[in-house]
């Protein structure tokens, strides 16, 4: 009765909501709760999964009722198309069999649909090269000879490459998305496109589709594999994969160590990755550390790496671990994350030390927001605005007065991430010299009672290299160190 009277605390949530929800509901009587959950889970669960709104108004939640468990969910109008059209299959896989160059290029949908084994079988079957997406990491294991790495901003020089000099690019779930495309217009300029999604919306919404394709990840690539099958297999694709592996060798996935002998962060995660237990679940937040875990943590197995992609959502490492942890309780669970991103939710460590959620956080600290700081090195004369997150002075929290002044280690950090973790009941660590780095991460894989934080204090002016400048064309990507990589002409020897 006080929703629309402005009555204490009211705000129009299923308003406010409606542009970032697949669907949301307002519910005032309590004898319509059972279904419109159940319908609720529906939805969110099919088709392209996405999140729903239960609102439930409070004299519904006082009311008495007697519970009526639901049927199966039946929504007007609501029919997710699962089945690929036959014709659309065959026009693919004929596309597939006769191009020159072509690419699978992989998207988070593949894991939604639980497609990784048939995707594996695809494209072993035709000898294509596959790249994932940040959304899709082992979807198509990362050790695969047969997988080029990540495309977009910060990708593998070979994963843009591939895409820009493909003459077929097969997209399956995936949104040609900008932070993978670069530049719209100048993006695989050469490439027909088959383009296969559940979400008929996708489809040609920023790249026109030659082929496209509705229906379920998982039926759809099966269905290509069985047609390719039928138009007699693979093309020949030697001279395709000479370019490849030429630009893999050249172009390497890679880090400079400091100069000063401070920690690297690209070591420190790789190095967590190597040291983690078999089945290790990864979760990352948003920034440097986001692109150095995708670089280089294992990406072998699919449903270990949690990651809000497009959303950007600073502080989504620690809550999205203690998910994981509580999913899969017979897992090791690592939160990669960056001391700006770590301030934003560390609060919900006292969640885990009360609740039995022993997961690991790595707080990647360069006393920096450091992806803001890289862009302002590289574009703004470095002219550094709100990105500082230390007082410029001695490192008091742990003696250390190397870096004052210096790029490395200046300043004291704050707040002190080790007394900060014990404060809410979790084992805190700290490393400082890669001398120290695999005894503290084997402590920190040793602790299963609690949460452990390991305070990384890192370079400071660790950049994520390759970058592709927002706006410009995945041709001008620069490699390491801003180098600026030479493709050539594909198909020459």
Request: some cysteine; proline content about 6%.
């Amino acid at each position: 009765k006080a929703i629309g009277t402005d009555a204490f605390q009211e705000a129009d949530i299923v308003g406010i909501t409606m542009p970032i929800t697949k669907h949301n509901f307002l519910v005032t009587r309590a004898e319509d709760i059972p279904r419109t959950i159940a319908e609720a889970f529906h939805l969110a669960s099919t088709g392209r999964p996405g999140p729903v709104l239960v609102d439930i108004t409070k004299d519904a939640l006082q009311a008495r009722t007697t519970f009526v468990r639901p049927t199966a969910a039946h929504l007007r109008g609501y029919r997710p198309k699962t089945r690929p059209h036959p014709r659309q299959i065959r026009e693919a896989a004929r596309l597939i069999t006769s191009s020159e160059r072509p690419v699978l290029y992989v998207g988070g949908g593949v894991l939604k649909a639980g497609a990784t084994a048939e995707l594996r079988d695809l494209a072993e079957l035709t000898g294509v090269p596959v790249v994932t997406t940040l959304m899709a990491l082992g979807a198509f294991p990362g050790s695969h000879p047969q997988h080029m790495g990540m495309p977009g901003m910060h990708g593998d020089v070979s994963a843009v490459a591939a895409l820009q000099k493909a003459d077929l690019i097969v997209a399956l779930g995936a949104r040609f998305d900008d932070r993978v495309t670069g530049r719209l217009d100048s993006f695989a300029p050469h490439a027909k496109v088959v383009h296969a999604d559940i979400d008929p919306a996708e489809i040609s919404k920023n790249r026109y589709a030659d082929v496209p394709i509705v229906g379920d990840a998982r039926e759809v690539i099966a269905a290509l594999a069985a047609a390719v099958r039928e138009e007699g297999g693979p093309g020949d694709h030697a001279a395709w994969w000479r370019d490849l592996n030429r630009w893999r060798d050249t172009y390497p996935r890679g880090y400079d160590l400091p100069a000063d002998g401070t920690l690297s962060p690209q070591l420190v995660i790789e190095r967590i990755g190597r040291l983690a237990p078999e089945g290790t679940l990864f979760a990352s937040g948003v920034g440097q550390h986001q692109m150095w875990a995708a670089q280089f943590l294992p990406h072998d197995e699919p449903g270990t790496w949690f990651n809000s992609g497009g959303a950007g959502t600073m502080g989504y490492a620690v809550p999205a671990a203690m998910g994981a942890r509580a999913g899969r309780p017979d897992r090791t669970v690592w939160a990669i994350d960056g001391d700006g991103c770590f301030q934003m939710t560390n609060q919900e460590l006292v969640t885990c030390a009360l609740n039995d959620l022993p997961i690991k956080v790595a707080v990647i600290n360069n006393g920096a927001l450091g992806m803001v700081r890289q862009w302002q090195n590289l574009f703004y004369g470095a002219r550094f605005s709100n990105t500082v997150l230390h007082d410029g002075a001695t490192n008091a929290a742990t003696g250390s007065t190397r870096g004052v002044g210096s790029a490395a280690n200046r300043g004291t950090r704050v707040p002190d991430f080790v007394l900060l973790a014990e404060a809410m009941g979790c084992v805190g660590l700290r490393c400082e010299s890669p001398d120290e780095l695999d005894a503290v991460i084997d402590k920190a894989n040793s602790v299963t009672d609690r949460p452990v934080v390991v305070d990384f204090i890192v370079h400071e002016d660790a950049m994520v290299w390759p970058m592709v400048p927002a706006g410009t064309s995945n041709d001008d990507i620069m490699a390491a160190r801003g180098v600026r990589p030479d493709f050539g002409d594909a198909t020459d020897d």
